[in-house]
């Protein structure tokens, strides 16, 4: 990967990241908003250190550790990539209340008009921000989005100190074990 200045970084600030998307995915994972260094690359989840990644191919998602930049090969696989917010910023933190209500409204559209088995965001701060959930845990939620259900997955930021990649990889796999056995034709 190259590496990018600071500068490069910067410029990315508030620039829109493609989704990866298809009509009726297996799973669509839903990361908070673009990060720098993805909104500089235009691949999602490409900030070196961020655990998505390792964590899909360990959770059996993937037949093999796939590098951001081969993001377009998902949709084959019956995943997709999207955001709660679309604006790439440095930090989370740098997001209002209303992006997020109002990502999660937008979110909500996207989810009914592709009709996904599963709608995974990852980060349950962000999912309760986005839906007004504030009691939401990691795991399976009661929400559906049309006929798409929703988990909540452990963010794969390098900061998330609370989850090791092994930890996190077992949420994903259950996840993808119970997408592999749904019988819900999204």
């Not at 720098?36 to 989840?45: E, I, P, V, Y």
């Not at 839906?131 to 930021?157: K, M, Y």
């Not at 609370?162 to 996190?168: I, Y």
């Not at 990889?169 to 996840?175: I, S, V």
């Amino acid at each position: 990967m190259t590496r990018l200045t600071q500068a490069e970084l910067e410029a990315a600030r508030d620039r829109l990241v493609p989704d990866v998307v298809a009509d009726g995915l297996k799973v669509l994972f839903c990361g908070i908003n673009p990060g720098l260094m993805t909104a500089a690359t235009g691949h999602h989840f490409a900030r070196p250190g961020n655990r998505f990644w390792p964590v899909l191919h360990l959770s059996g998602f993937t037949p093999r550790l796939m590098n951001p930049s081969e993001q377009s090969e998902l949709p084959a696989l019956g995943l997709g990539i999207t955001n709660v917010v679309a604006r790439a910023t440095a930090r989370a933190d740098e997001l209002t209340a209303e992006e997020y209500r109002e990502g999660g409204r937008i979110l909500g559209a996207k989810v009914e008009r592709l009709r996904p088995g599963w709608l995974a965001v990852v980060g349950v701060t962000a999912y309760r921000a986005a839906f007004g959930d504030r009691r939401a845990v990691i795991g399976p939620q009661e929400r559906t989005i049309g006929s798409s259900h929703v988990w909540v997955l452990p963010n794969p930021s390098g900061l998330n100190a609370h989850w090791t990649a092994a930890t996190m990889a077992e949420e994903f796999r259950r996840l993808r074990q119970t997408a592999d056995g749904d019988t819900h034709d999204g």
